[in-house]
T-cell receptor, first 118, second 112 residues
């Protein structure tokens, strides 16, 4: 089915462990994003990618690593998980448009990964 | 830092009533978008209004944009129980190409 899928939906791990959250989209969208959602903070951008092999930091990148070897996949890795990284993580994608005036295209979201770090 | 701030944080209305949510932002924008999030799900795009537009409609949704006041409103007419969700505004800012900055959301409860 077309769309954007995240896995796993739920994950419990311990502090200090490495954990990778997966994101896969079938639209061939150029842009992909990772957000975390916490009460009182709304959605905060962690990392984003404009194309394969092009990634850039968002608002809260510390403690996270991303890669994008293929257009359709954008995994997010917590190299050494901390309790403060307990959150709901959302992946999103959007198209690239030629016009710069009307950029910031609508984003399409996965259903999230609820990550608990004990 | 948050660009958009929604008001109110929570809103409870009865089915059939109209719901109005407001969003304020700080910097110049390319466009402003509204999203809905049902409990336990991802955000779903509802409507996009460009910086040179003042009003836009989509079904029961009406969005206004006042760039001089740096504010937007989302009106949902004739609310239904299925409209119960959190609603977020997101701004596409000049010079940031693909990125959106989200507000903290308004939680809407529509009761029968």
């Amino acid at each position: 089915d077309a769309g954007i899928t995240q896995s796993p939906r739920y994950k419990i791990t311990e502090t200090g462990r490495q954990v990778t959250l997966m994101c896969h989209q079938t639209w061939s969208h150029s842009y992909m994003f990772w957000y975390r959602q916490d009460l009182g903070h709304g959605l905060r951008l962690i990392y984003y990618s404009a194309a394969a092999d092009i990634t850039d930091k968002g608002e809260v990148p510390d403690g996270y690593v991303v890669s994008r070897s293929k257009t359709e996949n954008f995994p997010l890795t917590l190299e050494s998980a901390t309790r403060s990284q307990t959150s709901v993580y959302f992946c999103a994608s959007s198209e690239r448009r030629a016009s710069n005036v009307y950029s910031n295209q609508p984003q399409h979201f996965g259903d999230g990964t609820r990550l608990s770090i004990l | 830092s948050q660009q958009g701030e929604e008001d109110p944080q929570a809103l409870s209305i009865q089915e059939g009533e109209n719901a109005t949510m407001n969003c304020s932002y700080k910097t110049s924008i390319n466009n402003l978008q509204w999203y809905r999030q049902n409990s336990g799900r991802g955000l779903v795009h509802l409507i996009l209004i460009r910086s040179n537009e003042r009003e836009k409609h989509s079904g029961r949704l009406r969005v206004t944009l006042d760039t001089s006041k740096k504010s937007s409103s989302l009106l949902i007419t004739a609310s239904r129980a299925a409209d119960t969700a959190s609603y977020f505004c997101a701004t596409g800012n000049t010079g940031t190409a693909s990125k959106l900055t989200f507000g903290t959301g308004t939680r809407l409860q529509v009761t029968l």
